[in-house]
């Protein structure tokens, strides 16, 4: 009976054509905005968690309180002394903290540099030669700060991509060059791979240089006692699942060395990257979920139009409804046929709009190359299942008018 009812619908349907494409719209529209909404969302979110991930793995970010939580360009302040070499080097120490296996300080400021008669602003970051390591920078050419430059005090520096465009281009070789960073010369012995641009700013626009010359030489980054301040503290958990442990054992640590009292606030901010992924998820989510019920209003839109098409249908097929009736059809045998026609307009017009989601997320991937939607089966699942359930919704009351109708009124009917 199903299958019968499904023929007759196609039926009808082939019979207009063009009115069956026009009770479709809504649905199509509906079914490829939800198709292609969802999967740019997934493409955003996978584009967030790569970035974050870019950072380094399993990493705990510890800035000063007074800094908020930059993560790929923190922004040193006058350099208060809040976090200290010193309170990097207490964290990296196994005896303290067990569960961390590298640390990476950095001291980072603005910093005019200039190369023959080109110059620019970019970010000058002091660091220590486990740095690259414990951030995923690796080096293309030439090669890294090392643990000889730090005792040296050496005016060397490892340059990103951007910075190359701008002061070498693609006609000078940078390894070897002299750059002057505040007036003050630096010889380039390695130039980083490209990571490019992000939610936390352009990665490759950065200098490195060794810290112990950041803060002595060029940005006088000494704290009243003597010591080095930096600007955040990288550390390196050995694995996730002990990433909370070791937030607590360094906020206790940097609590004891900064001689801070029981009820007293911290002097600093321990971030953990696990949390900065869920909330960035939790955001994410929430957006695509919005902008997919905003694209859902189209398939509401397009259910209105398959009513008002099958109340007309129903006006039309009187005279047949009477004749079906007169012959033995019972209500439900014509309530069938009518719902049967409603789902069929639906699913069809759903089938067309997946397919047209489908080449709108890849619109979208053309047209953003940073982001890559993804459509799953359960976005496909979640569209069609919505269009069946409009068109079922619907055409209840048209299929319901038809079946009610009297059979002698209906032949009747002109």
Request: proline share 3%; aromatic share 6%.
């Amino acid at each position: 009976m199903i299958i019968e009812s499904m023929r007759i619908a196609l039926s009808s349907l082939l019979a207009n054509k063009l009115r069956a494409i026009l009770t479709m719209l809504g649905i199509i529209i509906g079914v490829a905005a939800v198709i292609t909404l969802l999967a740019a969302g997934e493409g955003v979110q996978g584009l967030v968690r790569s970035e974050i991930q870019s950072v380094g793995s399993n990493l705990v970010f510890v800035v000063p309180s007074s800094q908020g939580g930059g993560l790929s360009r923190p922004r040193a302040g006058s350099g208060s002394g809040s976090l200290t070499y010193g309170d990097a080097l207490a964290i990296g120490d196994p005896l303290a903290v067990q569960d961390v296996v590298a640390v990476a300080p950095e001291y980072s400021r603005a910093g005019q540099v200039i190369f023959g008669n080109r110059n620019t602003s970019t970010f000058v970051s002091g660091v220590t030669a486990n740095y690259g390591a414990v951030r995923n920078y690796a080096v293309e050419m030439g090669g890294f700060i090392t643990e000889q430059d730090l005792n040296a005090d050496a005016r060397v520096a490892v340059v990103g991509q951007t910075v190359v465009e701008r002061l070498f281009g693609e006609e000078i070789y940078p390894v070897g060059q002299t750059i002057k960073i505040n007036r003050i010369p630096f010889r380039v012995i390695g130039v980083l791979q490209r990571k490019g641009g992000s939610g936390f700013g352009d990665q490759d626009d950065i200098i490195l240089i060794p810290l112990t010359t950041a803060v002595k030489r060029v940005y006088q980054g000494r704290t009243t006692r003597g010591d080095y301040s930096v600007s955040v503290i990288y550390a390196q958990v050995s694995s996730e699942e002990r990433i909370d442990a070791a937030v607590q054992d360094i906020t206790e640590l940097l609590r004891d060395r900064h001689k801070i009292a029981y009820r007293d606030d911290d002097d600093f901010t321990v971030i953990n990257q696990a949390d900065i992924l869920d909330i960035f998820g939790s955001i994410t989510s929430v957006l695509t979920i919005f902008l997919g019920a905003i694209a859902a209003i189209s398939l509401l839109v397009g259910g209105i139009g398959i009513m008002n098409i099958m109340l007309v249908s129903v006006t039309e097929r009187t005279r047949e409804i009477g004749i079906r009736k007169a012959i033995g059809a019972k209500k439900r045998d014509i309530l069938l046929q009518f719902l049967v026609e409603a789902v069929t307009l639906s699913l069809t017009g759903g089938a067309i709009g997946i397919a047209l989601g489908y080449l709108g997320s890849l619109a979208v991937a053309k047209a953003a190359p940073d982001i890559q939607p993804v459509v799953t089966a359960q976005t496909i699942a979640l569209a069609a299942g919505f269009a069946a359930a409009v068109g079922l919704f619907f055409g209840i009351y048209p299929a319901n008018r038809a079946a009610s109708l009297h059979p002698i009124e209906a032949l009747r009917y002109e």
